[in-house]
């Protein structure tokens, strides 16, 4: 009966190994994939081996090679053996893990897993915490305590009445903003034009001057969004100065930490995130930096009365145990994925030793890149990582500034043609960059080296 997993497991582990040497980009391109995929619904079915066999066939080419060491386009992130490992076993268990009751292990060990968590990023260990699919439904989740707690302070109560006569919210958020804050205030039923965007100064971070004008507009119920590091050069808001001055005003201080957040478990790295602690709720990740496999985020909040109210639901079939925590109470979702696993996985592999190594490896990788590829003729450095995140820019010297934009957006195409390493581009205060972001434990000295070498490769030719 468990045929079709030793296949499975055979695959995995021939994909694995084949990361150092296949091309980094897609082989089969999408019109590929649909003729080879998008046919009927076939009336008969196939063996479980020979489903497995041939998913792997139609689909082996279309594939990233997003978990190797020499991608370095978007915030992507890799996955530790131990919670891939944990992940595989995540979907045999099958557990439902929004109730303790129906699934003990999977409840304590989520359990266990926020708790490491608040410790490993220093933020109040009284916090409340959900692991939701990702970031973006981690600042739903927080959002939506933010509004419940905003709300309440003038008397009204959300979670009865909604939002159709209520006072006006305001979200105040930076003007590097990650596109899932404006998804959240839709989602949330705030809307899009309830953002004002904050000011930041040439390093892309949020001014006091910028914040305190926008509270001054907003005129109370606010919501400020700060950054711990944006996507494109890894900007944090001063915390420190902003955070006192949004409370002052009675705003709630929401801190978008996607992969940033774990710069807290870097000694070499947690001045940058000074006062990040004030926050009253947090954003992250754990299938960016922290390695995990895909559909993992994590909400964190102060308020823990908050969050509860935002979330929690009660009917008379659940089987509440007392003393225990049920998921269903702090997440969006009710059927839900044991998500605890992979991160007690991961940094139980891992240990507070070995996060903050993988955070100083990355950011040591991500600046080596960026200055070798910076050094290279017709390639400019745009901005230098603090954390794991830079850009550069490739330039004709004959060329208009629009023009060296898609003469930039030409050589990542021809760089990502050569399979060797994977970059996307970005649009930075106007202009744009190829981003170099590393968020992956397998990236090494060797892969940063073979990147160089495919740039100084195309851009040798393109001179010739
Ligand atoms: C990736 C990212 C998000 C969205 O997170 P998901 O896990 O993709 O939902 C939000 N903010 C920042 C800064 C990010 O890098």
Redesign the pocket.
Same mark, same amino acid.
């Given at each position: 009966m468990t045929q079709a997993l030793d296949h499975a497991l055979q695959h995995a582990k021939n994909w694995l190994s084949s990361l150092d040497d296949r091309p980094v980009a897609a082989l089969a391109d999408i019109e590929t994939l649909r003729h080879r995929l998008d046919r009927v619904l076939p009336e008969t079915g196939l063996s479980p081996v020979d489903v497995i066999d041939e998913l792997v066939t139609l689909t082996h080419e279309g594939h990233l090679g997003s978990a190797g060491g020499r991608f370095f386009a978007?915030?992507i992130g890799g996955s530790l053996e131990s919670a891939l490992a944990a992940e595989w076993l995540v979907s045999t268990w099958d557990q439902n893990a929004a109730l303790s009751a129906c699934g003990p292990s999977a409840a304590m060990v989520e359990n266990v897993a926020g708790k490491w968590i608040l410790d490993l990023l220093d933020l109040p260990r009284d916090a409340s915490f959900a692991l #939701? #699919?990702?970031?973006?439904? /981690?600042?739903f989740t927080a959002l939506a305590a933010a509004r419940h707690a905003v709300l309440e302070q003038v008397g009204w109560n959300v979670e009865a009445d909604g939002l159709f006569d209520a006072p006006r919210l305001r979200v105040l958020a930076s003007r590097e903003?990650?596109?899932?804050?404006e998804r959240a205030a839709r989602f949330l039923g705030l809307g899009q034009r309830a953002i004002l965007p904050l000011e930041t100064d040439d390093q892309g971070k949020v001014t006091p001057q910028g914040l305190e004008l926008a509270l001054v507009e907003a005129g109370g119920h606010a919501i400020v969004v700060l950054? /711990? /590091?944006?996507?494109n050069i890894g900007a944090f808001d001063p915390f420190e100065e902003l955070i006192p001055i949004a409370h002052a005003a009675g705003a709630w201080v929401h801190v978008?930490?996607?992969?940033?957040l774990f710069g807290r478990a870097s000694r070499a790295k947690r001045h940058l995130l000074e006062g990040v602690e004030l926050a009253d709720s947090w954003?992250t990740?754990g299938?960016?930096w922290l390695n995990v496999p895909?559909d993992?985020?994590l909400a964190i909040i102060q308020n823990r009365a908050a969050h509860k109210a935002a979330m929690t639901l009660t009917a008379s079939y659940i089987a509440a145990t007392d003393g225990v925590r049920d998921a269903i109470d702090w997440n969006p979702e009710w059927s839900r994925r044991a998500r605890g696993f992979s991160i007690y996985a991961a940094l139980r592999e891992l240990g507070r030793q070995g996060v903050e190594d993988l955070v100083d490896r990355c950011c040591d990788h991500c600046r080596a890149l960026v200055v070798g590829i910076g050094e290279l003729s017709g390639a400019c450095v745009v901005a230098m990582p603090s954390l794991n995140q830079g850009l550069v820019r490739f330039e004709r010297l004959t060329g208009t500034p629009e023009e060296n934009d898609t003469y930039t957006d030409s050589i990542i195409e021809l760089i990502n043609a050569t399979g060797e390493a994977f970059f996307s581009g970005t649009t930075w205060k106007g202009r744009r960059a190829m981003r170099v972001s590393v968020v992956n434990w397998r990236t090494s000295k060797t892969d940063v080296e073979r990147a160089i070498a495919a740039v100084t490769k195309v851009l040798s030719t393109r001179f010739e």
């Open positions: 978007w915030v #939701t #699919t990702g970031c973006q439904m /981690a600042h903003r990650h596109g899932s804050i950054n /711990a /590091a944006d996507l978008d930490g996607a992969f940033g954003a990740d299938h960016k895909f993992c985020g």
